[in-house]
């Protein structure tokens, strides 16, 4: 089945500094790398996500980027705000097979931003 | 508006107690999900419902039961816990299972068994 490796689990940044998470899938027959950010005491929020035939996708301060060969996808936070802090959870999605459709997660990296 | 809605926002009871969680989306998604969440650690897939019927069951003892009265309401059964299913459980839904992936999650409801 697919794994997902997240790394580093924890990170601290100062604020306007940049943040990258990186992930790993061992399945290259995944498709769909979603990102979410989960604030203490609330469920995770979706806040950027990539297919498999795309190699960047950027939203105002936030990019992924996926590089299929390696089959590795990160997370990169510009200018990062005190309100950045929060988990990040890195998933992948395989559509085929015993898990098609399931989403698989890494094991999340809590992000601390300094003021 | 992307929102699901869970409720209670937290629950505490018994081992002998009855439960239900509730959790509700207007999206139109025919796909639902529960998950389970211990402390730093990544939710859990329980249960998969598409077009109001069990797709996946996760291997999830029985105390736990899920129920889709319809395609906009989730519930979770729960009965003769034990103090380890203490967790935050969460809902989600997508426009559809398994081709359809943005999943979209509420909340939460904190449970916690004494």
């Known amino acids: 089945g697919e794994n997902v490796e997240q790394h580093p689990s924890t990170l601290s940044v100062q604020e306007g500094d940049s943040a990258v998470i990186k992930c790993t899938y061992s399945d290259s027959a995944s498709n769909y790398f979603p990102w979410y950010k989960q604030e203490l005491g609330k469920g995770p929020q979706l806040i950027i996500d990539i297919r498999s035939n795309v190699g960047e996708k950027k939203d105002q301060r936030i990019a992924v980027t996926l590089n299929k060969t390696a089959k590795h996808f990160s997370l990169h936070i510009t200018e990062t705000q005190p309100e950045d802090s929060a988990v990040y959870f890195c998933?992948?999605?395989?559509?085929?097979?015993?898990?098609?459709?399931?989403?698989?997660f890494g094991k999340g990296t809590k992000l601390s931003v300094k003021p | 508006d992307t929102e699901v809605t869970q409720t209670p926002k937290h629950l505490v009871m018994g081992m002998t107690n009855k439960k239900s969680l509730k959790c509700e989306q207007h999206?139109?998604?025919?796909?639902m999900y529960w998950y389970k969440q211990k402390a730093k650690k990544p939710p859990e897939l329980m249960f998969v419902y598409s077009y109001e019927k069990l797709s996946i069951n996760e291997s999830v003892p029985s105390r736990f039961s899920p129920e889709c009265p319809n395609s906009s309401l989730l519930n979770l059964h729960l009965h003769a816990l034990q103090p380890e299913d203490s967790a935050l459980y969460l809902c989600a839904s997508s426009q559809d299972w398994p081709f359809y992936n943005e999943q979209f999650f509420g909340p939460g409801t904190r449970l916690t068994v004494l």
């Open positions: 999206m139109g998604h025919r796909a």
């Open positions: 998933a992948a999605i395989l559509n085929y097979g015993g898990s098609q459709g399931n989403l698989i």
